[in-house]
């Protein structure tokens, strides 16, 4: 009886152990993964307009060909680059989330 107490103990370890490893990998960024944007406050994208590390907005939104009404922008890091990331309300009312324009540049990305 002794015996299969300790075989269930090391049983139950076994597992914690494996499911350990499991969870660990899950949570481990992927190769080739991009890591989530930081965005920064207004205040802080006035400040990087007025120190020339980016573009101010209408001067992207010009570089970059977009067309119709900005809804919404944001300038945000990600992956090391400055993008402003644009909702645009196009012709015909319809709404477009993904625009993206390189903040330096004004490059539509």
């Known amino acids: 009886m002794k015996r299969l107490v300790s ?3 090391t049983t139950k370890t076994a597992a914690a152990l494996i499911a350990a490893v499991l969870i660990g990998l899950s949570a481990a960024p992927q190769a ?8 920064f406050a207004p ?3 006035q400040q990087m307009v007025q120190t020339g590390q980016v573009l101010p907005l ?6 970059g ?7 919404r922008a944001e300038l945000c890091n990600v992956n090391g680059r400055l993008v402003y990331r644009l909702t645009v309300l196009g012709a ?7 625009v993206t324009l390189d903040a330096v540049t004004g ?3």
């Open 7 to 9: 075989s269930s103990r």
């Open 32 to 39: 080739g993964a991009q890591a989530a944007p930081t965005c």
């Open 43 to 45: 205040a802080q994208t």
């Open 58 to 63: 209408s001067e992207a939104v010009a570089r």
């Open 65 to 71: 060909g977009v067309s119709g009404q900005v809804l």
């Open 92 to 98: 015909g009312g319809q709404v477009q989330t993904a």
């Open 107 to 109: 490059q539509r990305l």
